[in-house]
């Protein structure tokens, strides 16, 4: 699952669906990005990723939530804000 907003637009969909879309644009030449938080609870594990300049222009804050299953961290949602100053409409 995949919730957030992008220029002032609601976007969901699956995780298979956000891979795609990185592939296709591309983090560009002056991305950064650093994880700020974790937290885990024995099968629970929340992470605040902190990024800038996505595509040369966003920066954003992601959380992700994984699930330990079958002895492995997952991956099972991201929800993530961009930055207002980054906002174009």
Same mark, same amino acid.
């Given at each position: 699952?995949? *919730? ?5 637009? +609601?976007?969901?969909? #699956? /995780?298979?669906? *956000? !891979? @795609?879309? =990185?592939? &296709?644009?591309? %983090?560009?030449?002056?991305? @950064? %990005?650093? /994880?700020?938080? =974790?937290? =885990?609870?024995? &099968? ?8 800038? @300049?996505? #595509?040369?222009?966003?920066?954003? &804050?992601? !959380? +992700? ?9 997952? !991956?099972? %949602?991201?929800? !993530?804000?961009?930055? #207002?100053? &980054? =906002?174009? /409409?």
């Amino acid at each position: 699952m995949l *919730f957030g907003y992008l220029d002032g637009k +609601l976007e969901h969909g #699956s /995780i298979e669906q *956000f !891979y @795609k879309n =990185v592939d &296709t644009v591309g %983090a560009g030449d002056d991305f @950064k %990005a650093r /994880i700020d938080v =974790v937290d =885990v609870e024995e &099968t629970l594990a929340v992470v605040r990723v902190l990024e800038e @300049k996505w #595509s040369g222009r966003i920066d954003f &804050t992601d !959380y +992700l939530l994984l699930m330990k299953m079958d002895g492995e961290w997952r !991956y099972v %949602a991201k929800a !993530y804000n961009q930055n #207002s100053d &980054t =906002v174009e /409409i």
